[in-house]
């Protein structure tokens, strides 16, 4: 069974494009996150949720949009997407104690 | 605001000999996690070892252990036996361990540890 699931695992849409990426995990966890990896294999957070409550909000432009239906899904909605978000995206979950987070495969995403 | 040093970006080890990855940070907390995440050219990320700040015993996962230093806020990766399987992007991480707004993890900008047979 896997632990934290994104879909898809490769996305390529044209410019201008709305899409979706889905995050679901099976470990109870309280709190789920995205992160996004650059080109540069930097990873930062993007977004936080515990307990369905956005807890979390970096400095991320508006066109990114979480949502969470429950506890168990992270949803990452990007409206007018753009070359410069094309990256890695990673869902990932975490307890409070112990709370090493534990990572999806990623959703590679290009913008051509 | 909590940092994470990776200063080195590229390492390279022979198979079967010892390498030591190094790791820093910057925080004015008494209480958090560090980690060691993996990333082979797969892309998932893989937890290699965690330790917890108020434990003094450097933390030890079969060929993978830890120099912690609290004191000096070092935190680096001893990778013993190389194997090839052990080639692959290495992330140093923090993070606090409470729910809120600085429950993040911070990362390093990672190492790519390459493994010569």
């Known amino acids: 069974d896997t632990a934290v699931s994104q879909t898809p695992k490769y996305l390529v849409t044209q410019m201008g494009n709305d899409k979706s990426i889905k995050c679901e995990q099976n470990?109870?966890?309280?709190?789920m996150y995205w992160y996004k990896q650059d080109s540069k294999k930097f990873l930062k957070i993007m977004f936080s949720?515990?307990?369905?409550?956005?807890?979390i909000n970096e400095t991320v432009p508006n066109r990114f949009s979480p949502k969470s239906p429950d506890k168990a899904h992270l949803n990452l909605h990007i409206n007018s997407l753009e070359l410069g978000d094309s990256a890695v995206y990673f869902c990932?979950?975490?307890?409070?104690?112990?709370?090493?987070?534990?990572f999806g495969q990623g959703t590679r995403l290009t913008v051509v | 605001a909590q940092t994470v040093t990776q200063s080195q970006p590229e390492m390279s080890v022979q198979e079967a000999e010892t390498v030591t990855l190094s790791c820093t940070y910057d925080?004015?907390?008494?209480?958090?996690?560090l980690f060691w995440y993996k990333q082979p050219p797969s892309r998932q990320m893989i937890l290699v070892i965690r330790?917890?700040?108020?434990?003094?015993q450097n933390a030890t996962e079969n060929r993978f252990s830890v120099n912690f230093q609290k004191a000096a806020k070092s935190f680096s990766l001893k990778i013993s036996d190389s194997q090839l399987g052990d080639a692959a992007m290495y992330f140093c991480?923090?993070?606090?361990?409470?729910?809120?707004?600085?429950?993040?993890?911070?990362f390093g900008k990672g190492i790519t540890l390459s493994v010569r047979p």
């Open positions: 991480a923090y993070r606090i361990p409470y729910t809120g707004a600085n429950s993040k993890l911070t």
């Open positions: 990932a979950s975490s307890q409070e104690r112990p709370d090493e987070a534990f």
């Open positions: 470990l109870g966890h309280d709190t």
């Open positions: 925080t004015s907390e008494s209480d958090y996690y």
């Open positions: 330790q917890e700040a108020y434990k003094q």
């Open positions: 949720y515990n307990n369905k409550e956005l807890i």
